[in-house]
């Protein structure tokens, strides 16, 4: 018995020993291997495409991988866009006053020049140092309060100064007439304006050579006084009587489609992509015509199960059509911006229909249909222009 007993200590001893040197061996291993591979850049990229104006909107900033942004910014020109829209948001760069953290920016620009594509940066979204005190009451990402109108100022200013001759067109807040966008308070057109005035001043003291784009509206038919927002239209006009010309270098705009094709008449209550028109109609009237116009979300959803989408052959065929329309009938656009080139993972809801390509780099036929058209394919099908070599 004690002999037996004495075998199986030393057996169960010889287990613990053998389990000591592989978990030994294992951590060792951990410590000598390579990290993950760093995205490499390769030789300088241009960007070879027939439509100067094609551009995309990305989402690197919620990248954790490095080699997706750069995946991401290959898979753009691949397309034939030169320029993306990205979202730089204030809260993730400056989570503490005065703690500026651009690393994630840094990395951006690096793959964006290294594939030879322009940055359109979008600043916004309050880190909670600028907002009002959460032990007073709740606040969102999206309330600003006046007195942290200097500091978002701030902000842009550094942002401006640091990416001089890199990213040289700020887009300021977004969708400002939607109460969500604004932390959830009453719209205010004059408030917008008084904020960009502001950043306005601020970002050119820093970068004379910066373009300051007035935030993008969402087309909405909420009227006056809805506490969910403003018509888009009206509050445009607004931001007019408040005195926009003087405190923007370009405009920006969000025509979505939804079910209607491009070519569909505008109208006061009617969401379509011509209602851009309406809008340049009211920079006509306050004398601001000569001022560049840059849409910098549109497109049409294809998901199955929304309300305003519209199958996938009709999402092809209406937006090769929107960039035929535009490149021929307004001659004040700059850009066409097609929300969104993929999302980094799933939303499994509405917002997947936008995607030109899934989470895990495949191509939609959207991408396809959108890449031909850059290479010189009309939506008639004919090669209208010599395909790029």
Request: charged share 20%; net charge negative; glycine share 6%.
């Amino acid at each position: 018995m004690i002999a037996s007993l004495a075998r199986a200590a030393w057996m169960v001893a010889g287990h613990w020993r053998w389990f000591v040197r592989v978990g030994v061996a294992v951590a060792l291993l951990q410590l000598i291997a390579p990290a993950p591979p760093r995205a490499v850049l390769e030789p300088p990229q241009t960007v070879q495409t027939q439509d100067a104006q094609l551009c995309v909107h990305t989402r690197l900033m919620e990248e954790v991988d490095e080699w997706k942004i750069q995946r991401t910014l290959q898979i753009v020109r691949e397309m034939g866009a030169p320029t993306i829209v990205e979202f730089f948001p204030w809260a993730y760069i400056e989570p503490g006053e005065d703690d500026y953290h651009w690393a994630a920016v840094d990395r951006i620009v690096r793959h964006a020049q290294n594939q030879g594509i322009r940055i359109i940066a979008r600043l916004g979204l309050v880190p909670a140092w600028a907002r009002p005190n959460e032990d007073e009451r709740p606040t969102t990402l999206n309330e600003l309060p006046v007195e942290s109108f200097p500091d978002f100022a701030e902000f842009v200013a550094r942002f401006a100064e640091r990416y001089a001759g890199q990213i040289d067109h700020l887009i300021i807040w977004n969708e400002p007439n939607l109460s969500f966008e604004w932390g959830y308070r009453p719209v205010d057109p004059a408030a917008y304006i008084d904020l960009l005035r502001v950043v306005y001043e601020a970002a050119h003291r820093a970068n004379p050579g910066v373009t300051i784009l007035s935030a993008p509206l969402a087309p909405t038919l909420e009227p006056a006084g809805s506490p969910n927002g403003m018509s888009d239209l009206l509050y445009f006009e607004a931001m007019y009587e408040a005195g926009l010309a003087d405190v923007s270098d370009a405009i920006a705009i969000h025509p979505y489609g939804f079910t209607s094709p491009p070519e569909a008449a505008p109208g006061f209550d009617a969401l379509n992509f011509r209602r851009a028109e309406l809008l340049h109609d009211i920079m006509l009237r306050y004398g601001d015509a000569d001022k560049p116009v840059y849409i910098t979300e549109t497109g049409w959803n294809d998901h199955p199960r929304w309300a305003s989408a519209v199958t996938p052959s009709l999402r092809i065929a209406y937006t090769l059509d929107a960039l035929d329309y535009t490149q021929r009938e307004w001659p004040w656009l700059q850009s066409l911006c097609l929300w969104v080139m993929r999302f980094p993972a799933p939303t499994n809801s509405y917002p997947d229909g936008f995607t030109l390509v899934t989470p895990d780099f495949q191509p939609k036929p959207i991408y396809d249909a959108v890449q031909a058209y850059a290479r010189g394919w009309s939506p008639g099908g004919a090669l209208w222009l010599s395909p790029p070599g």
